[in-house]
């Protein structure tokens, strides 16, 4: 869909709330429907910022006393907020605002599931603002565990996985320096796995996916005495991610995981009697291609990434100098 098509529906869906005609209400709820249309799978940023426009005219023209049609709204306007690119502290702000200002109203006349999905974008609002120290992450998480309360793994199998692993990514971004924090990486560990149960290659092949390649990261980097039986089992989770994620079919996931599994392999010892140190030429050869594909997929901040791992590996393998610092480039 190119601009002139969008400003096309944006145009048509203003006239339409412009008939007098119409109830206040009808009309609101025919801008909130074209937006969400606007909004599946768009292709650039310009529909997301028309969706967002048309949002803010829908509530505009809603009825005060129509309160559940307007947290719908203001729900929707969140997430739009959410899958802007430019995701800067003052929009993921407007979008936190917008979930805790719809909550109580779908408490009080919605479904116990539309308060739950609100209740988990308003974690991700949270937990990515705590990433540029706007937030605090304990809200983020105490959001996540709301949701929980009706997103159970037996009737909502899907969004009981994202949220453990929400919570999981939420455990591990919190400070590494108190003496919980070994804890902390046992309950992230826990939360992938407790995903994992809930979740199959076949019926949720994204979600599971993304819990296997998220379950390695954080076995690789996990503080425990059992380095190599964690790193064992992260390249296990790691191979079960990418039999979802190909390169044909999911390339930069596939570059994320392939960059992961580089990173663990780095840092496994090779059989003392090899000639040669096959874990870590096997790690340079992903780092090489996770690089190419990245490239070839406009992820330029990937490639350096990656780039300096596989330049790292190189000045290794041409010293054979002992076991100093490996590269990291931990991809979601």
Do not use: W
Request: glycine share 4%; charged share 25%.
């Amino acid at each position: 869909m190119n601009d002139r098509r969008v400003d096309e529906r944006v145009r048509a869906a203003v006239a339409a709330a412009d008939d007098a005609g119409v109830a206040p209400a009808e009309r609101a709820e025919m801008l909130m429907e074209i937006a969400v249309g606007l909004q599946q799978r768009p292709k650039d940023i310009v529909q997301l910022a028309a969706a967002v426009d048309l949002y803010d005219r829908a509530l505009a023209i809603c009825p005060e006393d129509e309160r559940l049609l307007g947290a719908r709204i203001l729900a929707r306007k969140g997430t739009a907020l959410l899958a802007l690119p430019e995701d800067s502290a003052e929009v993921l702000q407007q979008a936190r605002a917008a979930f805790e200002a719809a909550i109580p109203h779908f408490i009080d006349f919605g479904r116990p599931e539309e308060t739950a999905e609100a209740e988990m974008n308003l974690g991700l609002a949270i937990q990515n603002l705590a990433g540029r120290q706007r937030a605090r992450i304990t809200d983020a998480i105490s959001a996540y565990q709301r949701a929980l309360r009706t997103f159970d793994r037996l009737r909502f199998p899907k969004e009981f996985a994202i949220l453990q692993n929400n919570l999981a990514t939420a455990f591990l971004s919190m400070p590494f320096t108190d003496t919980r924090a070994r804890m902390r990486e046992a309950l992230a560990v826990q939360a992938f796995e407790e995903g994992l149960k809930v979740v199959n290659i076949v019926d949720h092949p994204v979600e599971y996916a993304m819990l296997q390649n998220n379950l390695g990261n954080a076995l690789q980097y996990a503080s425990s005495s059992h380095v190599v039986e964690n790193n064992l089992r992260a390249i296990e989770a790691y191979d079960q991610a990418l039999r979802v994620r190909t390169r044909e079919a999911m390339p930069v996931e596939y570059a994320n995981t392939i960059a992961n599994k580089a990173n663990c392999l780095a840092n496994l010892p090779d059989d003392p009697d090899a000639p040669h140190r096959i874990n870590m030429l096997r790690a340079r050869d992903y780092y090489r291609e996770a690089q190419d594909i990245f490239c070839r997929h406009g992820e330029p901040g990937k490639a350096r990434v990656v780039a300096e791992a596989c330049s790292d590996i190189a000045r290794e393998l041409l010293a054979m100098s002992g076991e100093g610092d490996r590269p990291n480039a931990v991809l979601q």
